[in-house]
């Protein structure tokens, strides 16, 4: 088991507006408040203030463009099944330093099973992701064994949860 600590995080209690609020701003996060209140029914400053409370509590983590991964010639979806050597906090921190500072590197789960992480990569091209493999992935101290799976096709991508 690898230790990765995280603070706790403190559930606010959501009603159905909060709930519409969240999935208008799914959708599209570049709606203004003027827009999404008239969308749930409600004036603009309780619709604001509704806003800014679930952004201070982090139910609202950051607003993001989503980016098709191929019209900027990052195409290739390579998911890394990854084993430490060790499984303590030392050798925990070491490998979750190196994942949060490779850009290569979109998403880091730690799993159960039979491997200890999963991580999702996306690079150009076969070569650039075998020097990325080679280079990077296999400079980090303590990986033990690695399975790498290509994606062939994305089915469904979203990051939408409402």
Same mark, same amino acid.
């Given at each position: 088991?690898?230790?990765?600590? %995280?603070?706790?995080?403190?559930?606010?209690?959501?009603?159905?507006?909060?709930?519409? &609020?969240?999935?208008?701003?799914?959708? #599209?996060? +570049?709606?203004?408040?003027?827009? &999404?209140?008239? =969308?749930?029914?409600?004036?603009?400053?309780?619709? *604001?203030?509704? &806003?800014?409370?679930?952004?201070?509590?982090?139910?609202?983590? %950051?607003?993001?463009?989503?980016?098709?991964? %191929?019209?900027?010639?990052?195409?290739?979806?390579?998911?890394?099944?990854?084993?430490?050597?060790?499984? #303590?906090?030392?050798?925990?921190?070491? /490998?979750?330093?190196?994942?949060?500072?490779?850009?290569?590197?979109?998403?880091?789960? #730690?799993?159960?099973?039979?491997?200890? /992480?999963?991580?999702?990569?996306?690079?150009? #091209?076969?070569?650039?992701? *075998?020097? /990325?493999?080679?280079? +990077?992935?296999?400079?980090?101290?303590?990986?033990? %064994?690695?399975?790498?799976? /290509?994606?062939?096709?994305? &089915?469904?991508?979203? *990051?939408? =949860?409402?």
């Amino acid at each position: 088991m690898v230790n990765t600590e %995280q603070p706790e995080k403190v559930i606010i209690s959501l009603d159905a507006k909060d709930y519409e &609020i969240l999935r208008l701003l799914e959708e #599209n996060a +570049k709606l203004t408040v003027r827009e &999404i209140a008239a =969308l749930i029914h409600l004036s603009a400053t309780p619709t *604001h203030e509704r &806003i800014k409370r679930m952004e201070k509590s982090g139910v609202i983590k %950051q607003y993001a463009a989503i980016v098709d991964k %191929q019209m900027v010639g990052k195409g290739m979806i390579v998911l890394c099944m990854i084993t430490l050597r060790e499984h #303590n906090k030392k050798a925990g921190a070491v /490998f979750i330093k190196a994942m949060l500072e490779f850009k290569e590197v979109v998403e880091c789960y #730690n799993i159960s099973g039979d491997f200890d /992480f999963m991580v999702k990569i996306v690079s150009e #091209n076969m070569e650039s992701y *075998h020097n /990325f493999f080679v280079n +990077k992935l296999g400079e980090v101290k303590g990986i033990g %064994q690695t399975k790498s799976i /290509f994606v062939m096709a994305a &089915i469904k991508e979203t *990051h939408n =949860l409402m």
